[in-house]
Each structure stands twice: as C-alpha cells, then as structure tokens.
C-alpha cells in the first residue's frame, strides 16, 4: 500500500512591522514550535487598509524584515503585499496562498490576542476560516474567560464551535480551526520603539541589531 505524506504546514504573520521587533519574532518561533510547523511567512503590509500609512516607507520595511529573519531557516520573506498595488486585504493574501498550495495543506495566520479581538473589523473576515486556522498568541497571566467576554458575539459563537483545544487538531485539517497559545511576553510595540528613535534612546534589545544598524543608517523615525 503506498503512503502519501500530507503536505507541510504554513503559517504567515502580516503586519505593517514599523518596525520589526522582537516581540514579532518570538510569537512566530514560539507558535511554529508548538504548532511543529516548519516555515512561517514574514508579510509586509503595503497599503494597510485599517490605519494610517506606516512611517517608513514599503522598501525599508521590507528591508528591515529580511535582516531580522536572517539566520533563522525558518523564517522567510514574502513580499507580495508589497508589491500590490491595491490595499492589503488579509482575505486576498490567504486566497492567494490557498491557490499556490496543495489543497491538503494546514494554512495557519499567526496573530495576537488584541488583534483576534478586532477580527470582525477585517474585510471578509469570515472568509478567514474557509482559507486557514487562527493560533492566537496571548501573555502569561491573561484570562481566557476575561478576554472570551470581551469578544464581538460573532467571534464568541465561532469560538465556541471552531476551537482547538489541542495543538495537534491544527494539522488535521487545512483550515477553519482556532488555537489559544501563551507566550512568553515581551512588551515591546512599534509605536515605542519609534518614539525612543525619536528623542534618541537606546533600541537595544527592543529588536535585532541589524534593524538598529539599518534604521540609523537610513535616518528612519527621526
């Protein structure tokens, strides 16, 4: 009898990473290891559609995203967002790698808890669990209960029906589940590390050095 292996899971973190930081780096090496997936997706947003233009521009963010990602081979680049010229809608990106990939293959979008909150402000968010999983990456400490309540009744009732209480369950399938997963908290935001570059603060240890040597460089967030 011949055996067919499934195919390799995917996981993808998008974000405006203005810049990127540690915090973003060590919620996709922590989930992708609880979850055994081999390759996560680094996506750039290039017209984020749900706030204001980033301070830098696309070419540096995607710079600053391929020196933070280097060395680790789990890690890789995807710079589709980018290079569209439309906004970057989620729904498009995971449609897009839907198509790309083998039918059978788990799809997993790497996300925060503060963000799963807002999912239903999201264009066809919906459309999310017919296309991937959700693995939301909560602190230590954080009340599951507290933080159920607070979700938007839509959100609340796919919870209920779509969770995986196991890690394991996300491989079973392409899409449609959602996993809660702690991770060690860094407390690290974009927002601050541009106003410590503002008024010329240390960013060491915010995120790699390489990020810092390329946003002196390039005079970035001053």
Known sequence: ???HKSP???ALLGGTFDP???GHLRMAEELAETLGIGEVRFIPAGQ???RGQPRAEARH???MVRR???GNPRFVLDEREIQRAAPSYSVDTLSELRAELPAATPLVLFMG???FLGLTTWHAWRHFFDLAHIAVAHRPGFSAAAWEDALPDPLRRLLSTHRAEQAGEILEKPSGRVFLHSITQLDISASQIRDRALRAKSLRYLLPDAVI???TENHLYV
Do not use: G, K, N, V
Request: proline fraction near 12%; glycine fraction near 0%; hydrophobic fraction near 50%.
């Open 1 to 3: 009898m011949t055996s």
């Open 8 to 10: 390799a899971p995917l």
């Open 20 to 22: 990127i930081h540690f």
């Open 48 to 50: 984020p559609p749900h």
């Open 61 to 63: 963010r995607l710079e």
């Open 68 to 70: 933070a990602i280097a």
């Open 113 to 115: 808890a503060d963000a």
């Open 213 to 215: 040597d390329y946003l």
